[in-house]
Nanobody, 129 residues
């Protein structure tokens, strides 16, 4: 089955930047829409961003819009979350998830976390002085 492995997390000061990677194995990345989620201690899981199979449809949570960007490189089987101007409230475990959409709308970005079939283990992002 599909596996997803996140990397790139770590400790960064407020205002800093990080790039998270989600590397997919076991299937072709181009068959999947990919989402990024985060969960902080004591809080509900939050959808951060999504990118469609084609890469031309993306969405972002209001809390991160303008600071985060998402991109995909199907040749490397990887999706990236570029995070800039990081704030302490961005501290969380960040996970990527995949929704199998082969032979379906290549421009679709899932509307809910329940649509995603596969999840990675997550990578810790800590924003602190």
């Amino acid at each position: 089955h599909l596996q997803l492995v996140e990397s790139g997390g770590g400790l960064v000061q407020p205002g800093g930047s990080l790039r998270l990677s989600c590397v997919v194995s076991g299937d072709n990345l181009h068959d999947y829409a990919i989402g990024w989620f985060r969960q902080a201690p004591g809080k509900e899981r939050e959808e951060v961003s999504c990118i469609s199979r084609s890469g031309d449809r993306t969405k972002f949570a209001v809390a991160v819009e303008g600071r985060f960007t998402i991109s995909r490189d199907n040749n490397k089987n990887a999706v990236y979350l570029h995070m800039e101007s990081l704030k302490p409230e961005d501290t969380a475990v960040y996970s990527c998830a995949a929704d199998l959409l082969a032979y379906r709308d290549p421009h679709y970005c899932p509307d809910s976390a329940t649509e995603y079939e596969y999840w990675g283990q997550g990578t810790q992002v800590t924003v602190s002085s």
